[in-house]
């Protein structure tokens, strides 16, 4: 089954604590992203990927790492995590770019205290 | 630079009215546009896309959508409301680069008996 998976799909943790967010795609889709979800703002875009280790800034990129060895998994870091990206994290890939349909991850929702 | 409305956070109808959810959008370049269904606890998955050619686009779940350039809007529509549209639904417009889908705040359906 053609699937984004995304690893753990609940987390809470507290400031300062490292953590990584998975996300792997099984459709050899060469473009990943990253959202981010907050109520009355929708989705906003935090890093994408357009190949294997070609990633590059979205909106909000602040305080997130991401990295693209392989080109099935594109994981999400926050090195120190902090209270103002308590919110619900979605990971995408398509085929060529933004312009085709994307597939959505199941979505990590993430509480930082 | 591309953006996305969606006039009312909320709509309410009854099963069997017609459904209408309104999204303008704003493109420096011929759109692609988009609306996704995020169900509860949900990824997000796609409704219907437009592109080139053919103005009115049909979807999954008897959905569609109609481009009108002049008026700069995508507004989604279904004849008959059932129980189960009851779900987030968001507007999106693909950025001039390619590389992020530019959301709307979304529109939350919801559907009585």
């Known amino acids: 089954e053609a699937q984004v998976t995304q690893n753990p799909r609940y987390l809470i943790t507290v400031t300062g604590k490292k953590l990584t967010v998975t996300c792997s795609q099984n459709m050899n889709h060469e473009y990943m992203s990253w959202y981010r979800q907050d109520p009355g703002l929708g989705l906003r875009q935090i890093y994408y990927s357009m190949n294997v280790e070609v990633t590059d800034k979205g909106d909000v990129p602040e305080g997130y790492k991401v990295s693209r060895k392989e080109k099935r998994n594109f994981p999400l870091i926050l090195e120190s995590p902090s209270p103002n990206q308590t919110s619900l994290y979605f990971c995408?890939?398509?085929?060529?770019?933004?312009?085709?349909?994307?597939?959505f991850g199941p979505g990590t929702r993430l509480t930082v205290t | 630079a591309q953006s996305v409305t969606q006039l009312g956070s909320h709509v309410s109808v009854s099963e069997g009215a017609l459904v209408l959810l309104r999204c303008n959008y704003s493109s420096s370049v011929p759109p692609y546009l988009f609306w996704y269904v995020q169900y509860p606890n949900q990824g997000l998955q796609l409704l219907l896309k437009y592109t080139t050619g053919a103005t009115l686009v049909k979807g999954i779940n008897g959905f569609e959508a109609e481009f009108k350039k002049s008026e700069t809007s995508f507004h989604l529509t279904k004849p008959s409301a059932h129980m189960s549209d009851a779900a987030e639904y968001f507007c999106?417009?693909?950025?001039?680069?390619?590389?992020?889908?530019?959301f709307g705040k979304g529109t939350t359906l919801s559907v009585s008996s």
């Open positions: 999106a417009v693909s950025d001039e680069a390619g590389t992020a889908l530019i």
């Open positions: 995408a890939s398509s085929f060529g770019t933004a312009t085709y349909e994307q597939y």
